[in-house]
């Protein structure tokens, strides 16, 4: 069965780091990303990676901000989020492709699985 899930998430001021984990298990992919989705929002794109850890993409509002890695001993992609604004307050969701063939997948309907989220709060 395949599943993936997220932790890591939890309330921070501004200018502080957390990082979130998204532990996959039941088969391999070709792609791991994180979204996120804020209240009235809709799901957007965060960073994604290919499952041997290289070629991470990053959206332009946290480039410089987020580093995306993936642990492959322990089948877990981190989100290191640093400098955090309020505006990054969302759920985090992490993401998994099966194919391949497509690079820097960034849209929703590009990824096959999902975690089911973490919450993460930055306050001014």
């Known amino acids: 069965q395949v599943q993936l899930v997220d932790s890591g998430g ?6 502080g780091s957390l990082r979130l984990a998204c532990a996959a298990s039941g088969r391999t992919f070709n792609w791991c990303a994180w979204f996120r989705q804020a209240p009235g929002k809709e799901r957007e794109f965060v960073a994604t990676i290919t499952w041997s850890g290289t070629s991470p993409y990053y959206a332009d509002s946290v480039k410089g901000r987020f580093t995306i890695s993936r642990d492959n001993a322990k089948n877990t992609v981190y989100l290191q989020m640093n400098g955090l604004k309020p505006e990054d307050t969302a759920v985090y969701y992490c993401a998994a492709r099966i194919n391949g063939a497509l690079p820097y997948p960034r849209r929703i309907i590009d ?3 999902w975690g089911q989220g973490t919450q993460v709060t930055v306050s001014s």
Do not use: H, R
């Open 10 to 15: 939890g309330l921070v001021q501004a200018g």
């Open 111 to 113: 990824y096959n699985y």
